[in-house]
């Protein structure tokens, strides 16, 4: 798969997100993040950007939200140079962050953007809405991704994704290689 001018998105994977998801389907928490671990050091490869996206309600006193935003991969994420950390308020890494995540992404050329996390059902694919209503490509990696329920992953994944964009999974990377 061609990365040029594409970017990773990883939605979520922290440790209050971990309690809420509680049994993830249909892949585990840890499987998530082993599998993002594994994109992480591809999207490396390619020299495009990686965004580590921590959820932190505003209603939440200040420590609380940091405990309940604790990046689960950001001690991976510090071993790529190319790793930005991002903290939102709401589902939505583009409307509900004061990083201005769509003005950095076109500054670096990025058409494209990969979408994981947790949960598919929410952050992910508000994520994915609100980069492709802004003019992004969409692609939602299909095994970095799970859901409270398993009928919310499949229904993200098999209906509203194909609205905005395409789901692919990591062998599609590898399969390139």
Do not use: W
Not at 75 to 90: F, M, N, P, S
Not at 115 to 133: E, L
């Amino acid at each position: 798969m061609n990365l040029t001018n594409s970017a990773l998105i990883i939605i979520d994977l922290q440790a209050g997100i971990r309690k809420i998801a509680g049994k993830a389907q249909p892949y585990s928490f840890e499987e998530v993040a082993e599998n993002n671990k594994i994109l992480m050091e591809i999207f490396s490869a390619a020299d495009a950007p990686i965004y580590l996206v921590s959820v932190q309600p505003k209603q939440f006193p200040k420590p609380a939200r940091a405990a309940f935003g604790k990046l689960y991969l950001e001690d991976e994420g510090k071993k790529y140079a190319q790793t930005r950390i991002l903290v939102k308020t709401g589902p939505s890494a583009f409307t509900q962050s004061d990083y201005g995540l769509e003005t950095e992404l076109k500054s670096l050329g990025v058409e494209k953007i990969f979408i994981t996390g947790i949960s598919t059902s929410n952050g992910v694919i508000k994520t994915a809405r609100d980069g492709k209503a802004v003019g992004f490509e969409v692609f939602l990696v299909e095994d970095g991704c799970a859901d409270r329920t398993l009928e919310g992953h499949n229904q993200t994944i098999q209906e509203d994704i194909l609205e905005i964009g395409k789901v692919v999974t990591l062998k599609d990377f590898a399969d390139d290689e």
